[in-house]
């Protein structure tokens, strides 16, 4: 066995194809040579992947970002990032590379990135998977906030749900419905594109906080939520007790200092058997009971 290890360890490191491990912070804890060069890596270096992502990108060094804003680059990447047990896509690096990038991730956290040079296709090839992976990008993406939406929420729930068959699945995990306090009165009073600045600002105000296994998205007006896979309900509270009152004193318009908002939330526990559709609604049916509370608060169903 240790010869077999020692072998392995021998190929990953001569090996061309680029190879990545990630702890759950989303820390780079491994990475082969070839990665290290490719995305301009010190050996003894174990940096964030987003900050990596913004080192390099004022750089000018490793993965190329098309964007006009890298901040909003950063929190749509980071709302599909290791939400899924397997992932797969295109990208390209400064040298003029394209890499075949696969994401695989187990239950505690821990991705394993496997990157394939494919910069010998042919360009029309290329053109038609980038174009497959744009459209694919896109339907799961909420086009004002950057984070994903719907379809890839219920998508990420009907995953965890699906979790709930294995022998071993221990605890399987929570979901939270969030929602602005009076966000009607906020458009009324200062206009809609105000009220898009205050969604985009929890968007981004809440990304930061959640895991990198959780999954945060937007569902539909001022409503989103919240997956927590492997979580507990305490666990969960503690979370989501957290965004609720960074939120409550975020001051998040610079030309209207006095300006604040808040959120409230409900969070169930999933149960065996349970349908997507009956966990979103003990979930909803919390965050009823805490508007009718007062909102700006928590509320857990049984």
Same mark, same amino acid.
């Given at each position: 066995?240790?010869? $077999?290890?020692?072998?392995?360890?021998?190929?990953?490191?001569?090996?061309?194809?680029?190879?990545?491990?990630?702890? !759950?912070?989303?820390?780079?804890?491994?990475?082969?040579?070839?990665?290290?060069?490719?995305?301009?890596?010190?050996?003894?270096?174990?940096?964030?992947?987003?900050?990596?992502?913004?080192?390099?990108?004022?750089?000018?060094?490793?993965?190329?970002?098309?964007?006009?804003?890298?901040?909003?680059?950063?929190?749509?990447?980071?709302?599909?990032?290791?939400?899924?047990?397997?992932?797969?896509?295109?990208?390209?690096?400064?040298?003029?590379?394209?890499?075949?990038?696969?994401?695989?991730?187990?239950?505690?956290?821990?991705?394993?990135?496997?990157?394939?040079?494919?910069?010998?296709?042919?360009?029309?090839?290329?053109?038609?998977?980038?174009?497959?992976?744009?459209?694919?990008?896109?339907?799961?993406?909420?086009?004002?906030?950057?984070?994903?939406?719907?379809?890839?929420?219920?998508?990420?729930?009907?995953?965890?749900?699906?979790? !709930?068959?294995?022998?071993?699945?221990?605890?399987?995990?929570? $979901?939270?419905?969030?929602?602005?306090?009076?966000?009607?009165?906020?458009?009324?009073?200062?206009?809609?594109?105000?009220?898009?600045?205050?969604?985009?600002?929890?968007?981004?105000?809440?990304?930061?906080?959640?895991?990198?296994?959780?999954?945060?998205?937007?569902?539909?007006?001022?409503?989103?939520?919240?997956?927590?896979?492997?979580?507990?309900?305490?666990?969960?509270?503690?979370?989501?007790?957290? $965004?609720?009152?960074?939120?409550?004193?975020?001051?998040?318009?610079?030309?209207?200092?006095?300006?604040?908002?808040?959120?409230?939330?409900?969070?169930?526990?999933?149960?065996?058997?349970?349908?997507?559709?009956?966990?979103?609604?003990?979930?909803?049916?919390?965050?009823?009971?805490?508007?009718?509370?007062?909102?700006?608060?928590?509320?857990?169903?049984?």
């Amino acid at each position: 066995m240790n010869q $077999i290890s020692e072998r392995l360890a021998e190929l990953q490191e001569d090996s061309a194809v680029l190879i990545a491990l990630y702890d !759950q912070e989303d820390r780079l804890r491994y990475a082969n040579p070839a990665f290290r060069s490719t995305y301009a890596i010190e050996p003894d270096e174990t940096p964030l992947w987003s900050e990596l992502m913004r080192r390099n990108t004022r750089a000018g060094k490793g993965t190329i970002i098309r964007t006009a804003d890298f901040e909003v680059w950063l929190v749509s990447a980071q709302s599909r990032r290791g939400k899924l047990p397997f992932r797969a896509f295109e990208t390209d690096v400064v040298d003029g590379r394209w890499f075949w990038m696969t994401e695989t991730v187990q239950k505690d956290g821990w991705m394993l990135c496997i990157a394939s040079d494919i910069t010998h296709l042919k360009q029309s090839e290329r053109d038609v998977r980038q174009d497959r992976d744009f459209a694919l990008r896109a339907s799961q993406t909420d086009e004002l906030t950057s984070i994903s939406n719907r379809r890839f929420m219920m998508a990420a729930l009907e995953s965890l749900i699906a979790r !709930q068959g294995s022998a071993n699945a221990g605890v399987v995990g929570c $979901i939270c419905i969030m929602d602005l306090d009076f966000f009607k009165r906020i458009n009324d009073i200062y206009g809609h594109q105000f009220g898009d600045d205050v969604l985009i600002d929890f968007s981004r105000r809440v990304q930061p906080v959640i895991r990198r296994r959780d999954s945060f998205g937007r569902i539909g007006g001022e409503e989103f939520m919240l997956i927590l896979p492997d979580t507990t309900l305490a666990q969960a509270e503690l979370i989501v007790d957290r $965004i609720i009152g960074m939120v409550r004193g975020a001051r998040p318009i610079p030309t209207v200092p006095s300006f604040s908002y808040t959120c409230s939330a409900g969070l169930a526990e999933l149960r065996p058997g349970e349908t997507a559709r009956e966990v979103y609604a003990r979930a909803d049916e919390a965050l009823y009971h805490a508007k009718q509370s007062g909102r700006d608060r928590l509320k857990i169903v049984a």
